[in-house]
């Protein structure tokens, strides 16, 4: 990633430091889960990509936690998390049943507001009925149509 760090770099020298870091990320190529996960992170430096790209650009989406809450007197879950983008047209949180869903079933409206370790949303927990794991998903989505998304692992009972 240095490498690749260097030569842009040397293409401009103008770049700061989090210029670099985002041309890094946001060009890197998926290839696990999508979107950010723990085992692949943000995915494979592309460097051909990384040359092409905006230094002004950048989308992120992140799952840190979850809580129970109660809402208007019934059980719901509080998601809480992390979406940037330089220009975020909107983002949602859905949910899906089991470890690899099939399909996806949007549970907030969306929104065009970022968030910074705060709540995404809320999800009422009869939501969450039929299977004991579930996957719920942030989406995001860029002005320009780019999306990113991050999924977290509920387990139940």
Do not use: C
């Amino acid at each position: 990633m240095t490498g690749i760090a260097s030569l842009l770099l040397s293409k401009n020298p103008t770049l700061t430091a989090d210029q670099v870091k985002r041309m890094l990320l946001q060009s890197a190529r998926d290839i696990d889960e999508p979107g950010r996960d723990q085992f692949s992170g943000h995915g494979l430096v592309d460097a051909r990509a990384a040359l092409k790209a905006d230094p002004e650009f950048y989308i992120s989406a992140e799952i840190l936690g979850l809580e129970i809450a109660s809402e208007g007197g019934k059980p719901a879950l509080k998601v809480f998390g992390t979406v940037q983008s330089n220009n975020l047209d909107e983002r949602w949180l859905e949910i899906g049943a089991g470890d690899k869903p099939t399909s996806w079933r949007k549970v907030t409206p969306a929104t065009s507001d970022t968030v910074d370790r705060d709540l995404l949303g809320t999800i009422p927990a009869a939501e969450f009925q039929g299977d004991p794991v579930w996957m719920i998903k942030v989406r995001v989505q860029h002005k320009n149509g780019t999306q990113r998304e991050h999924r977290y692992r509920l387990q139940l009972g």
